[in-house]
């Protein structure tokens, strides 16, 4: 809504006023993504303590998966149980509302991503809901809950196959490195590939948010990292320049982008070890949909598994560790995901999540380090 603003200044200017000449900066992407990222994390400032207060009204705590786990975390974290959970209302809520302030309104990405986020946002809640009022881990069934993740890729492929400013890009695949496609996709194959970002994403997402601060932090890194790429590649100048694909209303979802980094960071000083509430599959699974979209947007999918390294190797961890019990019988690491091996190794939770955090910058600069090599 704040986009319009630089209207003022055009009025001003036919009519030879110099009043609201200081408005034309509301038309400019990068002034409103920065604006769009202090809006969202002081909005997590300022609801903070309001909305923790209102989860330990509700008696929302945190459910524990078995008596083992509450044996082995126990003696790694204490007596986190209880502690609120569903504290992703608090960062979806900054970002949903930043967007709305900051971003170009008629731009047909941002209504993708906000419908990503309202869409894993309530499949989210609802297991978290679920679990809390069972008292145990068991919420949404993960059948249930992977259909449903399945209907939303699909609805992003129709939206991209269909959409007439991107029909031409949706089944094009490119690699890190090459400024070229390397493959078109068939129908089909698009929708596999989308399945498997949107999907990828949101449970990797959501197996990283295990420790204080670990899933926000690592958001952080990975949304201000494509608010550079989302904004280069729609640029046409810059796009051009870098060898990378222009794509078409892309460069507005840097807004996004970077609400979504100033909300992971606003839910980072409430989430921060010792943790005052955690961030669920509210937040988690959302946050990783809306990553998938970016990628997707600006064709950059491939370059998700690099820049979101950290979720990568938690999801692979879990993968990992599943298929050697199966055949094996034997176990790969002391407990998956990842982190609760380090842990377990002997290293402190503070330590685990600091060196993750280094390791997303890590990626995040890889990653964005590819766009000068093609």
Same mark, same amino acid.
């Given at each position: 809504m704040l986009y319009y603003l630089h209207l003022l200044h055009e009025y001003g200017t036919a009519a030879g006023s110099e009043v609201f000449? =200081?408005?034309?900066?509301?038309?400019?992407?990068?002034f409103r993504s920065l604006g769009a990222g202090v809006t969202a994390f002081l909005l997590c400032l300022i609801f903070g303590n309001r909305v923790i207060r209102r989860l330990i009204s509700l008696r929302l705590g945190q459910p524990i998966r078995s008596q083992e786990e509450v044996n082995r975390l126990h003696e790694l974290h204490g007596a986190k149980a209880g502690t609120p959970t569903m504290g992703g209302v608090l960062l979806l809520g900054a970002l949903i509302t930043s967007t709305l302030l900051w971003a170009r309104p008629e731009n047909p990405l941002i209504w @993708?991503? $906000?419908?990503?986020?309202?869409? %894993? =946002?309530? @499949?989210?809640? *609802?297991?978290?809901?679920? !679990?809390?009022? !069972?008292?145990?881990?068991?919420g949404i069934s993960s059948r249930l809950k992977f259909t449903l993740q399945c209907v939303l890729a699909a609805m992003i492929t129709a939206f991209f196959a269909y959409g007439s400013p991107f029909s031409g890009q949706s089944s094009e695949l490119y690699v890190p490195f090459l400024k070229e496609p390397i493959i078109h996709l068939a129908g089909v194959f698009t929708f596999v590939l989308y399945l498997l970002v949107i999907v990828g994403a949101s449970n990797a997402v959501n197996l990283t948010d295990g420790l204080d601060g670990l899933a926000a932090g690592c958001t952080a890194t990975v949304g201000f990292a494509f608010a550079v790429l989302t904004y280069a590649a729609g640029n046409t100048k810059i796009a051009s320049y870098l060898q990378i694909p222009f794509v078409q209303f892309s460069g507005e979802l840097a807004v996004v982008c970077m609400a979504l980094t100033g909300a992971a960071l606003?839910?980072?000083?409430?989430? &921060?070890?010792?943790?005052? *509430?955690? +961030?669920?599959?509210?937040?988690?699974?959302?946050? =990783? #949909? %809306? $990553? #998938?979209?970016?990628?997707?947007? &600006?064709?950059?999918? %491939? @370059? %998700?598994?690099? +820049? #979101?390294? *950290?979720?990568?190797?938690?999801? #692979?961890?879990?993968? @990992?560790?599943?298929?050697?019990?199966k055949l094996t019988g034997r176990r790969i690491f002391k407990m998956s995901p990842l982190h609760h091996h380090f842990e377990l190794s002997g290293w402190k939770e503070s330590t685990v999540i600091v060196r993750f955090w280094i390791l997303s910058i890590i990626f995040a600069l890889l990653g964005l380090a590819t766009l000068k090599l093609r």
């Amino acid at each position: 809504m704040l986009y319009y603003l630089h209207l003022l200044h055009e009025y001003g200017t036919a009519a030879g006023s110099e009043v609201f000449k =200081g408005f034309n900066v509301f038309q400019y992407i990068t002034f409103r993504s920065l604006g769009a990222g202090v809006t969202a994390f002081l909005l997590c400032l300022i609801f903070g303590n309001r909305v923790i207060r209102r989860l330990i009204s509700l008696r929302l705590g945190q459910p524990i998966r078995s008596q083992e786990e509450v044996n082995r975390l126990h003696e790694l974290h204490g007596a986190k149980a209880g502690t609120p959970t569903m504290g992703g209302v608090l960062l979806l809520g900054a970002l949903i509302t930043s967007t709305l302030l900051w971003a170009r309104p008629e731009n047909p990405l941002i209504w @993708l991503a $906000l419908f990503t986020v309202v869409y %894993l =946002g309530a @499949l989210g809640f *609802v297991d978290d809901y679920l !679990k809390v009022t !069972k008292k145990s881990s068991d919420g949404i069934s993960s059948r249930l809950k992977f259909t449903l993740q399945c209907v939303l890729a699909a609805m992003i492929t129709a939206f991209f196959a269909y959409g007439s400013p991107f029909s031409g890009q949706s089944s094009e695949l490119y690699v890190p490195f090459l400024k070229e496609p390397i493959i078109h996709l068939a129908g089909v194959f698009t929708f596999v590939l989308y399945l498997l970002v949107i999907v990828g994403a949101s449970n990797a997402v959501n197996l990283t948010d295990g420790l204080d601060g670990l899933a926000a932090g690592c958001t952080a890194t990975v949304g201000f990292a494509f608010a550079v790429l989302t904004y280069a590649a729609g640029n046409t100048k810059i796009a051009s320049y870098l060898q990378i694909p222009f794509v078409q209303f892309s460069g507005e979802l840097a807004v996004v982008c970077m609400a979504l980094t100033g909300a992971a960071l606003g839910f980072l000083w409430w989430n &921060c070890h010792p943790a005052r *509430v955690f +961030m669920g599959d509210t937040g988690s699974l959302a946050i =990783g #949909g %809306l $990553l #998938g979209v970016f990628a997707i947007s &600006c064709k950059q999918e %491939l @370059l %998700l598994a690099v +820049m #979101g390294g *950290v979720f990568v190797l938690e999801a #692979g961890s879990v993968i @990992l560790q599943v298929a050697s019990f199966k055949l094996t019988g034997r176990r790969i690491f002391k407990m998956s995901p990842l982190h609760h091996h380090f842990e377990l190794s002997g290293w402190k939770e503070s330590t685990v999540i600091v060196r993750f955090w280094i390791l997303s910058i890590i990626f995040a600069l890889l990653g964005l380090a590819t766009l000068k090599l093609r």
